[in-house]
């Protein structure tokens, strides 16, 4: 029998049989029919699914798809020309920036106009907080805009002057002149920066408005969401720092001697043999700003000053005990003893102030090494000052920067004679370098010379001490002034002072491990590893063969700053008994080893920290940047997990998850 069909069969005339035909059974027919009847009531509802689905997709097209895509592609128009707008800012070309602003401007309030049409997507659940995102960007890059056009209208007339690419309206007098011209000029410039201040408020207003949480990283990738969340801390990181440091704008032309002489004492720090607050001073100079005319005053070793100075102190334990003095006495020289460089600039005053020749001042800033080698680098790689010439080319005696032997073989090399002030070359090497920046064209060397100042400031090469409580402050704000800070979560700032009397840290390298070790309860254990290598010959250090001694032994006075309360576990590595005690708001772990030529020396310190973290939740970590120290290798562990290596240029913030 075949599915569904019974044969028939019939009988021939002679007996036999054939089949004639199959018809279905009536059951079965009647499961025939219904199936068929079924499928004719199917077939009219999917089609009606089918015709209802393409009718929503084409109002989907014309109501959605299409001005979507004509947002999307002003969008994309829009962002092609602030990328246009951003490289002629980077170029400096001040012309070029406010042409491509303008252009800039229009292309977004086109795409803000193409964004208002689908006004009704405030109306659908999920798509009204995508419009409404996209309404706080428009809005907050329109108020972005409007504060760069307010830097630009300052800027434009005074490009000549500023070194800016442009046609300012400042062209002839000498560079004094010029200068004099900018000073005078930035009163009428400063009170525009109220506000600049105000159109951040207004960015960072529309910022935060924008939910990142909007923009899950399984939907939309991890960018978007990211790229929020960057925008914000940016826009808020950027406020906080115009609001903070707007006292210290305000003040620059005060400080430049606008209305009056201004004297700023300024103290060199050999970072080559590193001390706590940057390194040993070794020379100083005294420079008048009037109306923007700068005049070196002074200019002179540290050594005479200190020789000035009657009933000294005894000198701190620590130079006792490391530096091996002769004459325990506390000298200038060796004041900045603390890693915070406002506390050892309120001793320096004291000392300086018993000194008989002692000069009232404006304010201290100190300078180290990487600002005259990245200066000369800048101002044609070469400067001529004490009938030397000065270059930021490697010198082979000392596989080091020339115009670093230069200074060192004047100042350090032992003779057979009496040397007299042989440190005021440093003062004679800065007032050519000045001399060389304000005789040229302002666009030859201005703006790297500014670009330069603004990064070194950045990385603790140059610091501030003023006078004025109202420009420090905004200083301090700008972290221009080698604070130790307090901060809220974990905090690290390694501390290394060279009492060699060599300059070891040319050739010293410095590695910093960082591992969290988190229980189940919380408790956090930390163990913080220190890798230091010198990897290069020892100098001759004989003082009867007049050896200059460069690379020798480097005896370090090792002090690790972290959160108050923390408590030591273990320690290996330090020469002497690791000390324990609070300064600055912190614990202090205090020991001391010695790092040689031609070899490395490991120090690890292992400490809980005073609190516990919470389930869930992060820990925000700052880690301090010594003034003076180059570019040290750090490299964060989070139970067992590498989270983040980097190079330490400046204070960092992290926030481990």
Same mark, same amino acid.
């Given at each position: 029998?075949?599915?569904g069909?019974?044969?028939?069969?019939?009988?021939?005339?002679?007996?036999?049989?054939?089949t004639?035909?199959?018809?279905?059974?009536?059951?079965?027919?009647?499961?025939?029919?219904?199936?068929?009847?079924?499928?004719?009531?199917?077939?009219?509802?999917?089609?009606?699914?089918?015709?209802?689905?393409?009718?929503?997709?084409?109002?989907?097209?014309?109501?959605?798809?299409?001005?979507?895509?004509k947002?999307?592609?002003?969008?994309?128009?829009?962002?092609?020309?602030?990328?246009?707008?951003?490289?002629?800012?980077?170029?400096?070309?001040?012309?070029?920036?406010?042409?491509?602003?303008?252009?800039?401007?229009?292309?977004?309030?086109?795409?803000?106009k193409?964004?208002?049409?689908?006004?009704?997507?405030?109306?659908?659940?999920?798509?009204?907080?995508?419009?409404?995102?996209?309404?706080?960007?428009?809005?907050?890059?329109?108020?972005?805009?409007?504060?760069?056009?307010?830097?630009?209208?300052?800027?434009?007339?005074?490009?000549?002057?500023?070194?800016?690419?442009?046609?300012?309206?400042?062209?002839?007098?000498?560079?004094?002149?010029?200068?004099?011209?900018?000073?005078?000029?930035?009163?009428?410039?400063?009170?525009?920066?109220?506000?600049?201040?105000?159109?951040?408020?207004?960015?960072?207003?529309?910022?935060?408005?924008?939910?990142?949480?909007?923009?899950?990283?399984?939907?939309f990738?991890?960018?978007?969401?990211s790229?929020?969340?960057?925008?914000?801390?940016?826009?808020?990181?950027?406020?906080?720092?115009?609001?903070?440091?707007?006292?210290?704008?305000?003040?620059?032309?005060?400080?430049?001697?606008e209305?009056?002489?201004?004297?700023?004492?300024?103290?060199?720090?050999?970072?080559?043999?590193?001390?706590?607050?940057?390194?040993?001073?070794?020379?100083?100079?005294?420079?008048?700003?009037?109306?923007?005319?700068?005049?070196?005053?002074?200019?002179?070793d540290?050594?005479?000053?200190?020789?000035?100075?009657?009933?000294?102190?005894?000198?701190?334990?620590?130079?006792?005990?490391y530096?091996?003095?002769?004459?325990?006495?506390?000298?200038?020289?060796?004041?900045?003893?603390?890693?915070?460089?406002?506390?050892?600039?309120?001793?320096?005053?004291?000392?300086?102030?018993?000194?008989?020749?002692?000069?009232?001042?404006?304010?201290?800033?100190?300078?180290d090494?990487?600002?005259?080698?990245?200066t000369?680098?800048?101002?044609?790689?070469?400067?001529?000052?004490?009938?030397?010439?000065?270059?930021?080319?490697?010198?082979?005696?000392?596989?080091?920067?020339?115009?670093?032997?230069?200074?060192?073989?004047?100042?350090?090399?032992?003779?057979?004679?009496?040397?007299?002030?042989?440190?005021?070359?440093?003062?004679?090497?800065?007032?050519?370098i000045?001399?060389?920046?304000?005789?040229?064209?302002?666009?030859?060397?201005?703006?790297?010379?500014?670009?330069?100042?603004?990064?070194?400031?950045?990385?603790?090469?140059?610091?501030?001490?003023?006078?004025?409580?109202?420009?420090?402050?905004?200083?301090?704000?700008?972290?221009?002034?080698?604070q130790?800070?307090?901060?809220?979560?974990?905090?690290?700032?390694?501390?290394?002072?060279?009492?060699?009397?060599?300059?070891?840290?040319?050739?010293?390298?410095?590695?910093?491990?960082?591992?969290?070790?988190?229980?189940?309860? /919380? $408790?956090?254990?930390?163990?913080? !590893?220190?890798? %230091?290598? #010198? =990897?290069?010959?020892?100098?001759d250090?004989? &003082?009867? +063969?007049?050896?200059?001694?460069?690379?020798?032994?480097?005896?370090?006075?090792?002090?690790?700053?972290?959160?108050?309360?923390?408590?030591l576990?273990?320690?290996?590595?330090?020469?002497?008994?690791?000390?324990?005690?609070?300064?600055?708001?912190?614990?202090?772990?205090?020991?001391?080893?010695?790092?040689?030529?031609?070899?490395?020396?490991?120090?690890?310190?292992?400490?809980?920290?005073?609190?516990?973290?919470?389930?869930?939740?992060?820990?925000?970590?700052?880690?301090?940047?010594?003034? /003076? $120290?180059?570019?040290?290798?750090? !490299?964060?562990? %989070?139970? #067992? =997990?590498?989270?983040?290596?980097?190079?330490? &240029?400046? +204070?960092k913030?992290?926030?481990?998850?």
């Amino acid at each position: 029998m075949m599915d569904g069909f019974q044969k028939i069969e019939l009988k021939n005339q002679d007996g036999g049989s054939k089949t004639v035909v199959a018809q279905p059974n009536v059951s079965e027919k009647n499961t025939m029919k219904t199936k068929r009847n079924k499928s004719k009531k199917l077939v009219k509802p999917i089609a009606t699914v089918v015709t209802v689905l393409a009718v929503i997709a084409l109002i989907l097209v014309f109501i959605l798809v299409i001005p979507l895509q004509k947002v999307l592609a002003s969008a994309k128009q829009t962002e092609a020309q602030l990328k246009v707008f951003e490289t002629a800012v980077k170029s400096q070309n001040i012309d070029e920036a406010d042409q491509a602003l303008q252009t800039s401007k229009t292309d977004l309030a086109d795409t803000q106009k193409k964004l208002n049409a689908l006004g009704y997507l405030q109306f659908i659940p999920i798509a009204a907080w995508y419009y409404a995102d996209g309404q706080h960007a428009m809005k907050a890059g329109a108020y972005g805009l409007d504060t760069a056009q307010v830097v630009i209208n300052d800027l434009k007339p005074y490009a000549d002057l500023l070194g800016l690419q442009g046609k300012g309206t400042f062209t002839g007098g000498t560079a004094q002149q010029r200068i004099a011209t900018a000073v005078l000029t930035l009163g009428k410039i400063t009170p525009d920066i109220g506000s600049i201040s105000d159109q951040l408020d207004k960015v960072q207003t529309e910022i935060d408005a924008i939910n990142q949480n909007h923009y899950p990283s399984w939907l939309f990738g991890k960018k978007i969401g990211s790229s929020i969340a960057q925008a914000k801390t940016l826009v808020d990181e950027s406020v906080v720092g115009v609001n903070q440091a707007r006292p210290f704008i305000t003040e620059l032309p005060v400080l430049l001697g606008e209305n009056s002489p201004q004297k700023y004492f300024i103290i060199f720090q050999n970072d080559k043999e590193l001390r706590p607050g940057g390194g040993f001073i070794t020379g100083y100079s005294i420079f008048q700003f009037d109306k923007g005319a700068i005049t070196p005053e002074t200019s002179a070793d540290i050594y005479p000053l200190d020789d000035s100075i009657a009933n000294k102190p005894a000198a701190p334990a620590p130079l006792v005990k490391y530096l091996h003095l002769t004459n325990p006495v506390f000298n200038l020289r060796d004041s900045n003893l603390s890693p915070d460089y406002l506390t050892n600039i309120d001793l320096f005053k004291q000392m300086y102030a018993k000194s008989s020749g002692y000069e009232a001042v404006d304010g201290y800033i100190a300078i180290d090494t990487d600002v005259l080698i990245t200066t000369i680098g800048i101002l044609d790689h070469q400067i001529y000052a004490g009938g030397i010439n000065f270059t930021d080319a490697t010198d082979p005696h000392c596989d080091c920067p020339q115009a670093l032997y230069q200074l060192e073989n004047d100042i350090s090399r032992p003779v057979n004679y009496q040397r007299t002030n042989r440190k005021s070359l440093l003062g004679v090497l800065l007032s050519a370098i000045l001399q060389k920046s304000l005789q040229s064209s302002p666009k030859k060397y201005w703006p790297q010379l500014f670009q330069a100042m603004v990064t070194l400031t950045a990385q603790k090469h140059i610091l501030f001490a003023l006078n004025d409580t109202d420009a420090q402050k905004g200083l301090e704000a700008l972290n221009a002034a080698g604070q130790i800070k307090p901060f809220d979560g974990d905090y690290l700032s390694i501390n290394d002072a060279n009492f060699g009397g060599n300059k070891a840290n040319l050739y010293t390298t410095e590695a910093v491990t960082n591992q969290y070790d988190v229980a189940s309860d /919380g $408790t956090i254990t930390k163990t913080v !590893t220190l890798q %230091y290598a #010198n =990897n290069h010959a020892p100098s001759d250090c004989s &003082l009867a +063969d007049g050896g200059l001694c460069l690379n020798a032994p480097l005896r370090d006075w090792l002090r690790i700053y972290v959160p108050k309360g923390s408590t030591l576990v273990s320690n290996t590595g330090s020469e002497v008994k690791m000390t324990t005690y609070d300064e600055l708001d912190k614990t202090v772990f205090d020991g001391f080893l010695t790092i040689r030529p031609l070899s490395k020396a490991t120090y690890s310190v292992v400490y809980k920290l005073p609190f516990k973290l919470k389930s869930g939740s992060s820990l925000p970590m700052l880690i301090q940047k010594q003034a /003076g $120290t180059y570019d040290n290798q750090y !490299t964060v562990i %989070y139970n #067992n =997990n590498t989270v983040a290596t980097f190079p330490l &240029l400046t +204070d960092k913030t992290l926030d481990l998850k």
